[in-house]
């Protein structure tokens, strides 16, 4: 979030947090996240391979679909760590960490080379 106290109505008046018109003022400064920061170069190249997750597992969303579960992209660590929550009918199913690991997983890392391991949430 990106921190600025111009702009805000409410800003310097009160004590405590207070949510108004897109911001989000406390202790006299004020929030906005809507305005984001600009990112680093490593940033950039973490939102670019979240992206490139998040499409393959579009691609997949639909063969989970059938059968009534789905994943849901929940991080992706520096080190190449993928965390996905499995939901619906994938969440209870005995075979979801054979889901995960034989099918997600092998084609999450066929997409995009970077990831190590996919892991549940």
């Known amino acids: 979030m990106a921190e600025d106290t111009a702009g805000c109505p409410s ?13 989000l003022c406390y202790g ?31 691609r997949i969303r639909p063969t989970l679909q059938k059968d009534g579960g789905d994943v849901v992209l929940i991080d992706v660590s520096d080190d190449g760590v993928v965390t996905v929550q499995l939901t619906g009918a994938c969440k209870g199913c005995p075979m979801s960490q054979m889901t ?14 970077e990831v190590k391991e996919v892991k549940a949430a």
């Open 11 to 23: 800003a310097g008046r009160r004590r405590g947090p207070l949510v108004r018109r897109g911001c």
């Open 28 to 58: 006299g400064r004020t929030f906005f996240p809507e305005r984001q920061r600009p990112a680093t170069g490593h940033d950039n190249k973490r939102t670019q391979m979240r992206e490139r997750i998040q499409s393959a597992l579009d």
């Open 100 to 113: 995960l690991k034989n099918g997600i997983e092998k084609f999450i890392r066929s997409e995009v080379p």
